[in-house]
């Protein structure tokens, strides 16, 4: 219950008042318990104050000139931004009627003067009280609400994923079943060259299949708010060509080459596993969706404060209205791969979620039938080089 406990310190108090003598009382009662005090010589100025300020008590006296002190709260209980500072009317008019028409206006407390400084010092502390302890439970009301917001969205997202999952896991596995089906079998018509065949489509189903559990690992990971990172100093120069290698196979499967421009550039600090599989991604993505016989160009390069390294493609390009549902857990989109290549439509989510864990950025542009180039930028020095972890939802 610590946190249900307020310091004087922390309450803000306006004064309103156009008596110097009674706003020096009240300093002088007020100040030295700790409260940070505010003064008003009358209404208007009271009613600008309050808008700025957001006092947590207002003392408000009634006999004033300009707008007197009934109006100057009704005023500030019609604004939506101080209808809910709590006012103590502090006032010679002691009838009943006048303290009725207080409570009327909106005011939570009525104080005649003269009055003792034992008595204001009283009820302040007791509205003071109440009034945080019921911004301390909007607070928690707000805090509950967002997490409650938080645990909708990433419900909605588990079922899609799911759906995502149960889609696209239900093909491969039927395709492993089936040709390891027909290997039990052991129908003696079919020859070895077929049966190297299955043994080769089997092999590739595994291993989109492998691709697509690991994607579905990934986001899960995402999900709990958590990413690991392995952060150290290295190069991205050998980084990038150890994945342009790695991709040599598929590309010439294709008829695409690779053109590499790196420059040479100073060690930054980033998880190599994770940044390579950034690299993989764009590199693999840049074959899937180019047409056989064309180019790509993958790029590095530097400045004071950062690093960038590019992939460039010869594709379709990507319609504008799809670019900016590019890096969603679900974009779909509507390009599609040049090959009958399998895609989840994952992997540009995780990317960007790996760049930002780094402290970086990352930017698609692309014209329709003039290809696509996806730059990733990355700080020279990381802020925190002994971060272990870095929470990715904000």
Not at 13 to 18: A, C, M, N, T
Request: hydrophobic share 35%; net charge negative.
């Amino acid at each position: 219950m610590s946190d249900l406990k307020f310091e004087p310190s922390e309450i803000k108090i306006l004064i309103v008042d156009d008596t110097l003598t009674n706003i020096e009382v009240l300093h002088k009662t007020l100040e030295p318990e700790g409260y940070a005090v505010s003064v008003a010589t009358h209404g208007e100025m009271a009613l600008e104050i309050a808008s700025h300020l957001n006092p947590d008590l207002i003392l408000l006296d009634i006999m004033m000139p300009g707008i007197n002190g009934y109006e100057t709260c009704e005023r500030l209980k019609k604004n939506e931004d101080t209808r809910d500072i709590p006012v103590i009317f502090i006032s010679a008019k002691g009838e009943m009627e006048d303290i009725v028409e207080g409570f009327r206006m909106g005011g939570v407390d009525y104080i005649t003067k003269p009055f003792r400084s034992e008595e204001v010092l009283s009820r302040i502390k007791t509205h003071a009280q109440l009034n945080y302890l019921k911004k301390q439970q909007e607070k928690r009301i707000k805090e509950l609400e967002y997490q409650n917001h938080k645990l909708r969205n990433l419900d909605e997202i588990k079922n899609r994923f799911l759906g995502t999952a149960m889609h696209d896991l239900r093909s491969p596995l039927s395709a492993i079943s089936g040709f390891s089906d027909l290997f039990l079998l052991g129908d003696e018509s079919y020859s070895e060259d077929q049966k190297i065949e299955w043994v080769k489509m089997i092999n590739q189903v595994s291993k989109d299949l492998l691709g697509l559990v690991h994607n579905l690992l990934d986001i899960s990971v995402f999900e709990s708010g958590q990413l690991n990172l392995n952060l150290s100093s290295g190069n991205l120069s050998p980084l990038l060509l150890k994945q342009v290698k790695m991709n040599q196979a598929y590309s010439n499967q294709k008829n695409i080459s690779i053109i590499t421009s790196l420059e040479e550039v100073p060690n930054s600090i980033f998880d190599s596993n994770r940044m390579g599989q950034v690299i993989d991604n764009l590199i693999s993505n840049a074959i899937k969706f180019s047409q056989p016989g064309t180019s790509i160009q993958v790029g590095l390069t530097h400045n004071d404060e950062s690093l960038e390294f590019y992939v460039k493609d010869e594709g379709p390009g990507i319609p504008k209205e799809d670019q900016c549902r590019l890096f969603t857990e679900f974009p779909g989109i509507n390009v599609h791969p040049t090959n009958g290549e399998k895609s989840t439509g994952l992997g540009l989510f995780i990317v960007k979620k790996i760049v930002e864990a780094h402290s970086g950025s990352i930017q698609v542009e692309s014209i329709e039938g003039q290809g696509t180039i996806f730059h990733v930028q990355l700080p020279l020095i990381v802020a925190r080089p002994d971060l272990k972890s870095v929470n990715i939802f904000h």
